[in-house]
């Protein structure tokens, strides 16, 4: 098929969706990526908006004559199959619904870029916005290194882990080293290329450089090597001529990446530190623990997962004793999603994509439309989108919103390059406007009424539970305790009003009261009963989280039905047998107990041999041993 001409003029509703989407990946890159549920506020409404855009121009103005590209519609099931899996199989719907949240986004940008920002003008601004993004947060990896080193955006802390490791506007290195992977070989190739005049080269030499910058300040082994393959590899695919020529380009490209990566290793102390951990730990250690569970998880059950949002709590039958981290996602994508949705899923997404991508690359556009079109940026932009692809294996950059979006933005400008639709105009008949209008409307409907109240509960519930667990880290006065218990459950009882669904929400207001024991012992009981209420409610949307029953399990042991108590707490070991978290719960259970501490004492030693530095467990170990030992 020949080459569509593309409009030669934006409609005005095509610089609206383009404005739209620059101004949200710039917001959501800054907030930490969109990690927390207060940005996602924003982050999902802005989609929403874009998305209604996009309808209207369709309905009311000059977009409703043009076809919907093909490739637009390959995604839909997989979106339909999600919601089903959260509907009707997921054990925990409030965290399916998350994820399914951040797929429909992810889809969502890349349909209205597809089908909404066709003209030279509009794709050349979204890409510079793009970049622009990826730049700054380049330059705030520089300020982080050599100025603050534990400073994160939004008057965070960067975590102790990542000291020395640039993570930029985000608050991971390797969510950073993401998006400037995207983006460094397009660069790279505009600052190469010989055409344009000297000061678009030099721009892009200068861009290309901060991006590179910033990616060695993240001293990311998965994103160094995932370029790494690419780069070397890239002449057996995009080079000219005969095949030992392709090898011989191959071999100077290995030579190249392997020069530039004993250059950092001997020149950047935190290169060489790392390479010596990899080379120490042969390979990785935490991940490959998350990877089996997942592993584990999806052979349970193969064809459809085990629900979407549920690896991190179906890991917990899974964790092995010394580990005792929480994993929250797998660290690899492409596990993640059989976990979660089986191979059901999996071709949906990943093996619909990959369709995609094969169509596209059969369907080359003979001849050129404008500057995007050209061979060696597209070529570049595919190098790019490579890297993320093979990063994905050992991160989770598509539940990062920021990174969501861009790798949306980028794989739909490849498709339009690559599979140029029919430009033929289809007849804008009333049915058709009308129909985009109440999707419109529909859409409109859905955000106000079910997204924004879902994030805003979660951002409510987040924030108090933060609160929770800085008081539980410190030692504040009793009128410090009291003064972050009352807001805490004052947030949490607006959460679960405005969002009733979320079970974590009823289990943490469980908490935030049985806590309140701490400083009003005297209401022990009528605390315990209101405790047992939440946690009830959070149990009956689901029964599979361990936490849950440590809630409901310590409200009963606050209203004297033990035995009651120690039946949730055994529930919660079930579920979690390798949890010292649990275990430590169970141990001051058995330590209510007037008669033998032997049981309770057991339950701590094993608590210890699970995590040797829980503090809390030490202190009950040593009151169980001299209380054993008095006469």
Known sequence: MPASPLPSRASVWEWAQTALLVGNLGWTTLCLGGYRPETLRITSALNGLLLVVHLLGRALGGDGSRRSHPAGWWLLPFLAYAAGNVLWLTPVPWLGWWDWLGWAQLILVFWVVLNGVRATATRTVLLGGLVAAASVAAALACYQRFVRPDWLMLGRTQADQFIGRSSGSFGIPNSLAALLLLLLPLLAVLALRRDVGGGRRALGGVLAAGLALGLVLTVSRGAGLALGLVLAAWPLVAARGSRWRRAGLTALATLGVVAACGALYWSVPKVRERGRQLVADAGEVTRPIMWRGAWQIFRAHPAVGGGAGSYNVLFEAHRPGRYQDEPRWAHNDYLNTLSDYGAVGFALFFGVGGLLAWRAGRGRAPRQRDWLDEPRVAGALVAGGAAFALQLFVDFHLKIPALAMAVATVA???????????????????????????????VTLAVIGWVEPYYRGEALRYAARQSLNRLAAGQPSLAEQRATLERARADLGRAVQVAPANAQAWSDLAYATSLGARVEPARAGELGRAAEAAARRALGLSAAVPEFWLRCGVALDMQGRRAEGGAALVQALVLAPASANVWFYHSYHLSLNSGDPGLALAAVETCLRLDPDNAEAQLLRHRLVAGRRAP
């Not at 289809?426 to 209008?437: D, E, M, N, S």
């Open 412 to 442: 739909a400008l490849l498709v339009q390059r690559a599979w140029p639709e029919d430009e033929a105009p289809a007849p804008a008949t009333r049915a058709g406007r009308a129909g985009a209008l109440l999707v419109a409307l529909a």
